[in-house]
Nanobody
Framework: VQLQASGGGLVQPGGSLRLSCAAS????????MGWYRQAPGKQRELVAD???????HYADSVKGRFTVSRDNAKKTVYLQMNSPLPEDTAVYYC???????????????WGKGTLVTVSS
């Protein structure tokens, strides 16, 4: 099982950017999916996550600006970043709890991370 993230890059404050992360491999089911980030010198923190049923949870710092969604058929989770701020600059990691042949109850998987830089 692998998670492959894409969509990072340079974005201006007030602009928009969409991150995508697709799961691949022999997958029985995907439970929670979401995004974390780690800024230089800081600990990794939750940005947003979404359950298999579509319930979402956001960090207070991104509420109203970022939207997490998923396409279960494509095994993909998205993060729509609107009006990003310079303090949103970080490496963004996708996460998923996936039931597979390795773990019928589900195991945590992480993507390699994609850098988002918010700067004018």
């Amino acid at each position: 099982v692998q998670l492959q993230a894409s969509g990072g890059g340079l974005v201006q404050p007030g602009g928009s950017l969409r991150l995508s992360c697709a799961a691949s491999g022999i997958i029985f089911s995907i439970n929670d999916m979401g995004w974390y980030r780690q800024a230089p010198g800081k600990q990794r923190e939750l940005v947003a996550d979404i359950s298999s049923g579509g319930s979402t949870h956001y960090a207070d710092s991104v509420k109203g600006r970022f939207t997490v969604s998923r396409d279960n058929a494509k095994k993909t989770v998205y993060l729509q970043m609107n009006s990003p701020l310079p303090e949103d600059t970080a490496v963004y990691y996708c996460h998923a709890n996936i039931a597979s042949i390795s773990s019928y109850d589900g195991m945590d998987y992480w993507g390699k991370g994609t850098l988002v830089t918010v700067s004018s």
